[in-house]
Each structure stands twice: as C-alpha cells, then as structure tokens.
C-alpha cells in the first residue's frame, strides 16, 4: 500500500488523547475517506500526516519509506495537504499563491503545465490570475487552496473539508474535480464531514470516532450501514436495526 498508517498516538499535552492507535491504509490511485463528527480527530490525523504534529507513537510509512514528522520532507516525498479553511495567502494573488505550492520543485519547465491542468480543472482561476486571493469568493478559495495543493505535484493529496461552508451546488463541482484529479492516478484521502458525498466517491472509507477508527469498508459498504445511515447520514432507523459502530472496530 502507498500509505500505512500503524498504531497512531498523538496526545495534545497530556490530558487530551486525541488519535487512539490509529491504523489504516490507502492503496495507490483510489480515494479513501475518513468521516466523523466534529472533534473526533480527523483535522488531527491530516496534521499528523505530514509532519506538522508529532505523534507519541506510532508509524506513517508511504511508499515504502517512513514519513519523518518534518513538513518539507512529507512535501518532498509527495504529500501534499490541503487545510481545512484554505489556509491561503489573502494578500497574493492567485498566481502568487500557485507559484507557492511549487516552492520546492526544481522541475521550472514543468510547472507551466501543471497550472494549465489546474486551470482546466478550475477555469475561473485563470480568469482572476491577478485578483488577490483574500476577494475570491468561498468556492473560488477552496478551488484555489486544491490547486495550490497540486502544483506541488503530489503523489498522495490530503483533503481536509474541503466541502465545509460552501453551497452544495459549488460543493458538487468540487467532488467532480476531486474525482478528476483521482482519475489521473494521484492518490487522494478525504476527510469530511459531508459523509454522503464523500462515501460517494470513495473505494476505501473509515470512520474515525473519539480518536480511534471505528468502522472501515467501501464507501458503498458505510452507505449501506445502518448505524453510518444513523449517525452521519441523516437516516432514520428503527431502534432495534442501528449498530453500535464500536462493533465493528478493528
């Protein structure tokens, strides 16, 4: 598998333990995704990924090599995230804030191709090249934070709520590039709080509850799951039918 995550700790200071002995996997080219409710670890799990916490224990291996908990070494290794809220350059432009998520690339030439896939992707970013990043509407930062994700060229892309706040009409475009950006063999782990959508799309799904992964199938298997049904997706179940999600930990 591309990513191995093995028995994941992190605690924040020493009170608060917030990834339990995670563990779970990402083949090379699907989309996997973690869902959860709000603080159950998810924004946690995708800091811990690429190096901007360091977890108590544990093990991040990705293609092959382990994952040091230094950002620019997960970025050289091919991993990109792209935060929850954006997290962008409000006073760069768009250009500006692309030319950034290739920071590290010593590959210039090819730079110039990968922003024209970007635009292909998100065409209203060249339209507003110039336009500061800070007077983009929600949606147009969201396509701009994945973009800027992407000129890193990554192997592995790591989402965090990239649909949070947005209208569904504008969230519906942005799982149709995320399942583009798949199509053309980037590895992609999802986490969001939109279950419906993101089980959707998703080949492997797991879901994170407290701290710990609960449940994990296809993202066909969770939809199909009363207890997933209940708890994310709004469904209603006859008392009798929902399943604990704790019994089905691994």
């Known amino acids: 598998m591309p990513l191995t995550v093995e028995r994941l700790d992190y605690y924040y200071g020493e009170a608060v333990h917030a990834l339990r002995g995670v563990s779970f996997e990402v083949a090379d080219g699907e989309i996997a995704s973690i869902v959860g409710a709000n603080g159950a670890g998810k924004s946690t799990l995708m800091w811990t990924l690429v190096g901007l916490l360091k977890p108590r224990s544990g093990s991040i291996t990705f293609n092959g090599r382990l994952v040091k908990p230094v950002p620019h070494q997960a970025v050289a290794q091919g991993i990109a995230l792209v935060p929850e809220r954006r997290r962008l350059f409000p006073n760069l432009t768009v250009r500006e804030n692309l030319a950034l998520g290739g920071y590290l690339r010593s590959d210039r030439a090819a730079l110039a191709h990968d922003e024209s ?134």
């Open 117 to 250: 896939y970007v635009f292909e992707l998100f065409p209203v970013l060249k339209e507003r090249l110039r336009q500061y990043a800070g007077t983009l509407s929600g949606g147009q930062q969201q396509m701009l934070a994945i973009a800027r994700g992407l000129m890193s060229r990554p192997r592995l892309l790591l989402l965090d709520e990239p649909s949070l706040g947005l209208a569904p009409v504008i969230a519906n475009q942005l799982f149709g590039a995320i399942r583009r950006i798949a199509d053309q063999g980037t590895t992609i782990l999802l986490v969001e709080q939109n279950a419906l959508k993101a089980l959707e799309i998703s080949g492997r799904a797991y879901v994170l509850e407290v701290g710990r992964i609960v449940l994990s199938g296809s993202g066909q298997e969770l939809l199909r799951n009363p207890a997933v049904q209940a708890a994310y997706l709004g469904v209603q179940q006859r008392k009798e039918a929902v399943l604990d999600l704790g019994a089905g930990r691994n």
